[in-house]
């Protein structure tokens, strides 16, 4: 099996970049990409010895001139998926279509809930009992594509935007890997109708199993 060549995007800590870098999977990093020059993931990229990229979106007065650039960057490190890893932007619609059904995005609700920012606080407010993280594949909506798999978390009483995040952190890492590791070995993939696992359709988002596998 050839290694799957992944790209990873990012805009800050990169946690979920080096959760990809450390786990063992059949993947190629073949760069780590970033619209923000001070990105604490673009340092994680060259421990791992990653190429790390930066164009400083700042510099770019319209979203199209900078989104054409950044991802013909990307394209030149020929990617088989991109992996948005906390990249915080709205990508142009024309740009991102290239890309349909090969790049992944990690998203801390419960998809269809809360997309866009403030996810943990927004579920907080909601009262919720069950708040957890997802990865869809990229579309043009925002957040919007579809979901491949999901963890939950229990919301406690006290439970702050912060507390939250803490802890679906961890949990979000091990269901990006996942994630990557299905794609890798060719089990999840973007159908016409769907999302396609071991080539049937997903009628609801994969879990993790207690061995951190994948199931529908
Ligand atoms: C994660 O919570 C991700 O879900 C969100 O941004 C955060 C990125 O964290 N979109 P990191 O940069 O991977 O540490």
Do not use: C
Not at 141 to 147: A, F, I, M, R, S
């Amino acid at each position: 099996m050839r290694p799957l060549r992944v790209a990873v995007l990012a805009s800050g800590r990169g946690s979920n970049f080096e959760a990809i870098a450390k786990a063992n999977l059949p993947i190629e990093l073949v760069g780590l990409f970033s619209d923000k020059p001070s990105a604490r993931a673009l340092e994680l990229a060259r421990a791992y010895d990653i190429p790390a990229v930066a164009l400083d979106a700042k510099k770019y007065t319209d979203r199209k001139t900078f989104d054409r650039e950044f991802f013909a960057r990307v394209a030149e490190a020929k990617p088989d998926l991109l992996v948005l890893a906390g990249f915080m932007r709205v990508i142009d619609d024309g740009v991102i279509a290239q890309w349909h059904g090969r790049a992944i995005n990690i998203h801390p609700s419960l998809l269809p809930k809360y997309t866009g920012l403030r996810t943990h606080q927004r579920a907080i407010d909601a009262r919720d009992v069950v708040h957890g993280a997802s990865v869809h594949f990229v579309t043009a909506e925002l957040d919007g594509g579809p979901v491949i798999a999901q963890v939950e978390l229990d919301i406690r009483d006290g439970d702050t935007a912060e507390s939250l995040a803490e802890r679906s952190l961890p949990m979000e890492h091990r269901l990006l890997v996942a994630t990557v590791d299905g794609v890798a070995r060719g089990r999840i993939a973007l159908g016409a109708h769907g999302v396609l696992f071991d080539g049937a359709p997903l009628n609801r988002p994969l879990r993790l199993d207690a061995e951190r596998k994948l199931v529908a």
